[in-house]
């Protein structure tokens, strides 16, 4: 089992930065891919951006160049940079962990957090 706990939502102006993160109750970043995921108030769920068990990253075209996903594994802690936040980031982040071992299927999410570009 893996707990998930974000934090560092708030409300910024535009072109301003944030930086979420999202702590793990345990050391995981070596078994699972962390994402990281929002969803707009009347929206689908969209997906944001990925780091592999190797450290490698990907991100959607929406956000590519302006955020930055990364892992501290001596915090076990995920976090996701935002820069050059426009008013259509506004959502609710939530992170994802997954993994299969031995064929089963594991992943968890965190609770979410608000973030809100408005001036």
């Known amino acids: 089992q893996v707990q998930l706990v974000e934090s560092g939502g708030g409300l910024v102006q535009p072109g301003g930065s944030l930086r979420l993160s999202c702590a793990a109750s345990?050391?995981?970043?070596?078994?699972?891919?962390m994402d990281w995921y929002r969803q707009a108030p009347g929206k689908p769920r969209e997906w944001v951006a990925t780091?592999?068990?190797?450290?490698?990253?990907n991100y959607a075209d929406s956000v590519k160049g302006r955020f930055t996903i990364s892992t501290d594994n001596a915090k076990n802690t995920l976090y996701l940079r935002m820069n050059s936040l426009k008013p259509e980031d506004t959502a609710v982040y939530s992170c994802?962990?997954?993994?299969?071992?031995?064929?089963?299927?594991?992943?968890?999410w965190g609770q979410g957090t608000q973030v809100t570009v408005s001036s």
């Open positions: 994802n962990a997954h993994t299969s071992i031995l064929g089963v299927a594991y992943d968890y």
């Open positions: 345990r050391s995981i970043f070596s078994t699972y891919a």
């Open positions: 780091i592999t068990t190797g450290g490698r990253t």
